[in-house]
């Protein structure tokens, strides 16, 4: 079971066929039309309840139903140890606007579930696979592991997307490791003194980089 807060991401919950346990509402908001049984707050109750500062008053809770990798995959998002709740549902969304089969979080991320991924993904979540797993798990799926470096690696604009291929994005302090088991690297040039892209950024970056060379092909 994981929570969903606002009636905008329910909804988008529901039209994707995902299961309401229950919902709840602030006195005299409006519910989400769907099967499970609703249940109104009493008043100033649902601002101790939500984890928002000026939560939203719809509040539910769904069940979590189960993810695989989708079959013959051909673009794959990972995030390796990502931790930042905002950055992993940014990933989510950038992945899904970009068209990726499904989105993999390896041990030690934050729980994608989690409610600011829930919100940061803008619905994504329902509608892309997101999944736990390994980077040899990734690459039995048949395809190739490309993880990213801020200091090493071919420039992504030269680094070839077209064949199946997993873009891994690593933790926000410390990257992916150097000894990762992976097939290759690739870098963002920047200019200027900063060290490197946030990591939502950056996995945004390669994400339409991907779209754009299969558009081209």
Known sequence: MFVVEGGGLLLQA?????????????PGADAVRCDAPLFEF?????????TTEHPQPVIA????????????????????RIADPGNAGTIIRSAEAAGADAVVFTAGSVDPFNPKVVRASAG?????????GELAEVRAAGLRLLATSSHHGTSYTDAP??????????????????????????TI??????????VAM???????????QRRAG
């Open 189 to 198: 040039p920047h200019a200027g003194a900063t060290e490197s892209l946030n």
């Open 61 to 80: 809770i769904v069940h979590q139903r189960p993810q695989s990798m989708p079959a013959s995959p051909t673009f794959v998002m990972v995030a390796d």
């Open 42 to 50: 009493g008043p100033n109750v649902i601002e101790r309840v939500a």
């Open 14 to 26: 529901v039209a994707a066929g995902w299961q309401v346990e229950a919902q709840f509402v602030a």
């Open 161 to 186: 997307f077209t064949d199946p291929v997993a873009v891994v994005m690593g933790n926000e302090a410390h990257g992916v490791p150097d000894d990762a088991p992976v097939d290759g690297w690739i």
């Open 124 to 132: 994504s979540l329902f509608r892309v696979p997101v999944l736990s």
């Open 202 to 212: 950056a996995a945004t970056v390669l994400a339409f980089e991907v779209a754009r």
